[in-house]
């Protein structure tokens, strides 16, 4: 029996990345599971990914930043499965790098938007279907940006920062409801977002890292897994950070070659 079997999991931002891996590993412990995105290809691709590994999957479109979309998301859920035990706010954009007084404000509110609000619309929906089952588990993507400032992302590391404070309140308002809600906090990891790192001014993970690699987006899945099943079933409110030692200081000096 897989850790999630009989589950049902919504995942935002599931046609890449993060949340494409942990659709995928999900599937394979046993969940049910809803692919959203705001993109369809990508969306329709994990659903292949997911069914072609003998899992069961649909795919629904969805942007996290409208309330009538994440209405839509939830009760494409419902309709189809019956039922709703895992949401994973995954979605989110980084931006381009822009200093603060150079940020145009639709740039600033449009990464508050899809991060911050994305989160909070995706559990104000989805909080009600779980105190009527009798509990659930949330989780959230937040990111090692909330914890420590990168210059040219203000917006990203603001909106990141929000999720981290937005988990611990959601947890502690509904811990007595049998709903755990954690956040990750993942540090540099390979998938098309990082792609987009500016080459000019990347944020100096490879350094910064102790491990001194990017993680995979399956090593932050697996730890997705770990906060949706019973494994931490005394867990809430907490942040995982999946960094590689990023945010545990400063790393060791490379040993100079001879
Ligand atoms: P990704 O770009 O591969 O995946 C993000 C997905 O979110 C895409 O499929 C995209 O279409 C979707 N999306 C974007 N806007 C959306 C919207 N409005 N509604 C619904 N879906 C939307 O990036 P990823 O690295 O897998 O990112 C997943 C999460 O991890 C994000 O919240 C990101 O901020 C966070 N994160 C990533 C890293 C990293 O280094 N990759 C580090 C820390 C945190």
């Known amino acids: 029996m897989g850790k999630l079997s009989g589950k049902v999991a919504l995942i935002t931002g599931a046609g890449s990345g993060i949340g494409r891996a942990t ?36 795919f629904v479109e969805s942007d996290v930043s409208r309330w009538a979309d994440v209405q839509k998301m939830v009760a494409a859920t419902l309709d189809t499965y019956g039922q ?6 995954n ?12 940020t145009p404000e639709e740039v600033w509110d449009r990464i508050i938007a899809i991060n911050l609000k994305g989160v909070f619309l995706g559990s104000k929906c989805v909080i009600p279907v779980m105190l ?6 949330i989780i959230n993507t937040a990111s090692t940006a909330g914890m420590i400032g990168l210059p040219g992302l203000p917006a990203y590391c603001a909106s990141k920062a929000a999720v981290i404070q ?16 954690n956040c990750i906090c993942p540090g540099g990891i390979t998938t098309p977002m990082a792609a987009g790192y500016d080459a000019d001014n990347p944020p100096p993970f490879k350094q910064s890292q102790a491990m ?8 932050v899945a697996k ?8 494994d931490s079933s005394f867990v809430t409110g907490t942040s995982a950070v999946v960094d590689g030692g990023w945010t545990a200081g400063i790393p060791k000096a490379k040993p100079k070659k001879e």
């Open 84 to 89: 709703l035990d895992i949401l994973y706010n």
């Open 223 to 230: 730890v997705a897994l770990y906060l949706a099943s019973d």
């Open 91 to 102: 979605a989110g954009i980084m931006g381009k790098y822009i200093m603060t007084a150079d």
């Open 23 to 58: 659709a995928v590993l999900f599937s394979r412990e046993g969940a049910r599971i809803v692919v959203s995105d705001v993109v369809p290809q990508g969306g329709h691709e994990t659903v292949d990914m997911v069914k072609k590994a003998g899992g069961q999957a649909v």
């Open 132 to 137: 009527r089952q009798g509990g659930g588990v």
């Open 212 to 219: 001194r690699r990017f993680g995979q987006p399956e090593e």
């Open 166 to 181: 937005l988990t611990k309140t959601m947890a502690l308002e509904y811990a007595d409801k049998n709903i755990r809600i």
